[in-house]
């Protein structure tokens, strides 16, 4: 059991930059989540796969935001035109039951 | 509106002391409910949780209670050690059973267990 993995671990970038997170979920974990933590607040959620399916994006999620998992494996979470309010962990969780097991994050700073 | 709120920042316990970490919760439809643990820079690790089926459930040193009257549940560590100092968030979701899908975070306790 390798656990959840996220790529990259730390990102810096410049206003205006796109960014892409991969997220590899426990193997036969067939839901996979995102969820986005800011300094002194608890992780809060994004969106939702089901195998390949997306059902449910939180109006957290704005349009620069686009998240997919072809085949019902990995998933990336692109941002597009960050602003320094994209600033924060970007956290990833898979489940098969009722408990959500998360990955290590990707913390994004926006400069 | 905060639908899981962790109103202690912070707590101080000594070593082989009980903690007690409260949590309260304003939504009827929570049914699951969790405990995470989660160092700087690293992301949450699941410790424990309960279904409202039940109001205690215990793994070794940590036991969770659930007073669903009251929406309220708390985690206990005993005895506490060094290595528990971390922060502990409360999570809630709708469903269970294989129907979950978000969780609803309080914003942490930061736990400080002294030698």
């Known amino acids: 059991d390798t656990g959840v993995s996220q790529d990259p671990r730390h990102k810096i970038t410049k206003r205006g930059q796109n960014v892409t997170f991969r997220c590899d979920p426990i193997s036969e974990h067939n839901r996979l989540y995102w969820y986005r933590q800011t300094l002194g607040q608890g992780p809060e959620f994004l969106t939702y796969f089901q195998n390949e399916a997306q059902l449910e994006k939180s109006r957290l999620l704005s349009d620069r935001f686009s998240a997919e998992r072809p085949k019902g494996s990995f998933s990336t979470l692109e941002i597009q035109r960050t602003e320094q309010g994209d600033s924060a962990m970007y956290l990833c969780a898979s489940s098969q039951g009722d408990t959500q097991y998360f990955g290590p994050g990707t913390r994004l700073t926006v400069l | 509106d905060q639908q899981v709120k962790q109103n202690s920042p912070s707590l101080s316990v000594q070593e082989g002391r009980i903690s007690i970490l409260n949590c309260d919760y304003t939504?009827?439809?929570?049914?699951?409910f969790l405990w995470y643990k989660k160092y700087p820079a690293e992301g949450p690790t699941f410790l424990i949780s309960i279904s409202s089926i039940k109001d205690k459930n215990e793994d070794g040193r940590f036991t969770v209670f659930l007073n669903k009257s009251a929406k309220h549940l708390s985690l206990h560590i005993v005895p506490s050690q060094p290595g528990d100092s971390a922060v502990y968030f409360c999570a809630a979701q709708k469903g269970s059973g294989g129907s979950n899908y978000k969780l609803t975070f309080g914003k942490g306790t930061l736990l400080t267990v002294n030698p």
């Open positions: 939504n009827s439809m929570f049914d699951y």
